[in-house]
């Protein structure tokens, strides 16, 4: 519970400031039961009240939270559909344009940047843990830190370190982070990449009571040559290797009942896969690399032919082939689209006539991979489902995969304008910019005073 969100929140609703701390007294004690006194709860609660009236009104614009009036939910930020999609791109805008070999307006999980080395470039990533699996440390470590390393891969790197941060709220367990960070070190372990540094905090402080755990896993890499998204030309051929899915495919697993599914997650076969690429010089030849993650292939296809200029076109029952069988039962037993899910599997756009080589350096580690589309002249993409193409395209949000998802549901909520958010959220964007550049000239005065 944000304690300090509540505060504001009734503040902002007139609530009488006694009532506030009698409320919140009983929130603290209901959570925190016998670890805290009534008399310590009043006086966490007085203070909370303090400090909130002290910052809940500040004027400087500089000091004040910009306010688009659109909530993450709502938007449906983190749920790796439209409105997710749109959220970073609005991201790369704020950043602006870079030195970097690839940025944040590559829509790419990883950036690039030149090494001082001759020739060599250094890969950097980072990923969240999945929100979910926050009562599953040991899985939400192992999970974000494979995909971490996967998003290295792709772009054509060797790993050489990974990275953590870890938050847990004021009420877990310390144990939750140890069960994190061995999961991680599962991965860093067979895969031989360290990891090498982190921090550890609780969520909010002393102002956030409760259980939760978050926080996200970053890996670096080098490569000699990198590939990005924007390679994709008329003529080539899309691969996919089998995959079985990470954290989403657990999460569904666990939260349906299924957690014997989860069982078929563990397991590093893309980075042997990609490994494999990178060691056989197969990277200079390949056009595109990416794990098939943001909102399942119906989003990573989009993305991939918006950046690349061109039009990708699927089979259907090629891609289901290559999905793990029990995580496709799973999936199917409770209505969820598999093609709106992270499925974790290594997707490959890459020349017709290099396509058998790249098969071959794939399956030589144990990895099953095969053609499941093209690429051609045009914008977007199409699925082929009983002979018939149709367009392929994300939701609004991903495929629902949980009971609460499914309450949720993949479309913009009833009563909602996703048109008219959009302008709401472009407003924001604006004012963000407004406030970085009004610090960026305070900054670049320093040197004439």
Not at 152 to 167: E, K, N
Not at 258 to 274: D, G, P, Q, R, Y
Not at 327 to 354: F, N, Q, W
């Amino acid at each position: 519970m944000d304690l300090e969100g509540f505060v504001k929140r009734k503040l902002k609703e007139g609530e009488k400031e006694d009532a506030i701390i009698a409320e919140m007294g009983k929130r603290i004690i209901e959570i925190k039961r016998n670890r805290i006194r009534k008399e310590d709860a009043e006086a966490l609660s007085k203070a909370i009240l303090e400090e909130a009236k002290r910052t809940i009104d500040l004027k400087d614009e500089l000091f004040t939270e910009i306010k688009s009036g659109v909530r993450m939910g709502e938007f449906g930020v983190g749920s790796r559909g439209l409105g997710d999609f749109y959220a970073h791109e609005k991201i790369g805008e704020i950043i602006g344009a870079t030195s970097a070999v690839v940025d944040s307006t590559s829509l790419s999980d990883s950036g690039v940047v030149r090494s001082s080395s001759k020739g060599k470039f250094v890969v950097i990533t980072v990923d969240g843990m999945h929100s979910r699996l926050s009562d599953f440390p040991f899985l939400a470590g192992f999970h974000v830190a494979r995909a971490a390393l996967r998003d290295v891969y792709v772009m054509g790197a060797t790993p050489v370190a990974l990275f953590s941060d870890i938050h847990v709220a004021d009420d877990g367990d310390v144990a939750k982070i140890f069960d994190h960070v061995a999961g991680i070190s599962a991965v860093s372990v067979a895969t031989d990449v360290p990891l090498v540094t982190g921090s550890t905090l609780r969520i909010g402080g002393d102002v956030v009571i409760g259980e939760r755990m978050t926080g996200c896993v970053g890996a670096v890499g080098v490569a000699e040559a990198v590939v990005s998204r924007e390679g994709a030309k008329e003529g080539d051929v899309i691969l996919m290797t089998e995959g079985a899915g990470g954290g989403t495919i657990s999460t569904a697993a666990l939260y349906y009942g299924e957690s014997e599914a989860v069982k078929e997650t563990l397991n590093i076969k893309f980075l042997k896969a990609c490994n494999a690429l990178i060691e056989e010089d197969m990277v200079r030849r390949i056009h595109v690399m990416t794990d098939v993650t943001n909102g399942g292939i119906r989003g990573d296809a989009n993305e991939i032919a918006k950046v690349a200029a061109v039009k990708l076109v699927f089979y259907e029952q090629r891609i289901r082939s290559l999905v793990n069988v029990p995580v496709l039962r799973m999936l199917e037993r409770h209505g969820i689209d598999y093609l709106g899910v992270s499925l974790d599997a290594l997707l490959i756009i890459c020349p017709k006539a290099v396509a058998e080589d790249v098969k071959k350096v794939v399956r030589s580690t144990g990895v099953r991979i095969e053609m499941v589309g093209r690429v051609e002249v045009g914008s977007g993409a199409e699925i082929v489902m009983d002979g018939e193409r149709k367009k392929f395209i994300p939701k609004f949000r991903e495929s629902a995969y949980t009971p609460v998802k499914k309450v949720v549901g993949e479309n913009v909520s009833a009563g909602n304008d996703f048109e008219e958010m959009k302008r709401k959220v472009d407003k924001a964007v604006e004012e963000a910019i407004y406030k970085r550049d009004r610090v960026k000239e305070v900054l670049e005065g320093e040197g004439n005073r």
